[in-house]
Antibody, heavy 121, light 110 residues
Framework: EVQLVETGGGLVRPGSSLKLSCATS????????MNWVRQAPGKGLEWVAL??????????NYAESVKGRFTISRDDSKSRVYLQMNTLRDQDTATYYC????????????WGQGVMVTVSS | DIVLTQSPVLAVSLGQRATISCRAS??????????MHWYQQKPGQQPKLLIY???NLASGIPARFSGSGSGTDFTLTIDPVQADDIAAYYC?????????FGAGTKLELK
């Protein structure tokens, strides 16, 4: 059974940092492309970041709204993907979902339960 | 960025057909591959993949869900609608990065 479990959310001040973690199981993590997708309270879905696998040199892509502030990474030995979030803003407040992405067609076939990040003074 | 437009709300009666549309600001098809996907999200839950590449049913999804369309116009059909289908439905394109989502359609009971 495929499982994605996010941790690391919480309440932080604007300008601070937070690192999310996503533990995965039930599939071959090392050759899977992974993403983070977020959802602000009462709003729609927004793709945040993608990290490809070793065969694609771990290439990372980001939404313009987080480029330069967020960093996606992975540890294939632990089957985990991370999202380092720096210089957080109020508008980063959202539930963050870890998702498994289809390599070629870029749809998200499995989602974690999500972790809440609240940025507020 | 490719913008996906969905109607905010659709009211249907149980047992009837629901047709949810998604229109893209430019084509999301490459040759015969339609890079449009659909998700269902119930309150308090994570989204779930329903349809990929416009018309392919994801694993474990009931056959009352179907998808169609190409180019810029796509449709998710639920027939017949059951009480468990009351949720928000999102389309997502993967023709170009960023892989954008529509704003969602809330399916409500009439």
């Amino acid at each position: 059974e495929v499982q994605l479990v996010e941790t690391g959310g919480g309440l932080v001040r604007p300008g601070s940092s937070l690192k999310l973690s996503c533990a995965t199981s039930g599939f071959t993590f090392s050759n899977t492309w992974m993403n983070w997708v977020r959802q602000a309270p009462g709003k729609g879905l927004e793709w945040v970041a993608l990290i490809k696998d070793k065969y694609s040199n771990y290439e990372a892509n980001y939404a313009e709204s987080v480029k330069g502030r967020f960093t996606i990474s992975r540890d294939d030995s632990k089957s985990r993907v991370y999202l380092q979030m720096n210089t957080l803003r109020d508008q980063d407040t959202a539930t963050y979902y870890c998702t498994r992405g289809h390599r070629y067609n870029h749809y998200f076939d499995y989602w974690g339960q999500g972790v809440m990040v609240t940025v507020s003074s | 960025d490719i913008v996906l437009t969905q109607s905010p709300v659709l009211a249907v009666s149980l047992g009837q057909r629901a047709t949810i549309s998604c229109r893209a600001s430019q084509s999301v098809s490459i040759s015969s591959i339609n890079l449009m996907h659909w998700y269902q999200q119930k309150p308090g839950q994570q989204p779930k993949l329903l349809i990929y590449r416009a018309s392919n049913l994801a694993s474990g999804i009931p056959a009352r869900f179907s998808g169609s369309g190409s180019g810029t116009d796509f449709t998710l059909t639920i027939d017949p609608v059951q009480a468990d289908d009351i949720a928000a439905y999102y389309c997502q394109q993967s023709r170009e990065s960023p892989h954008t989502f529509g704003a969602g359609t809330k399916l409500e009971l009439k």
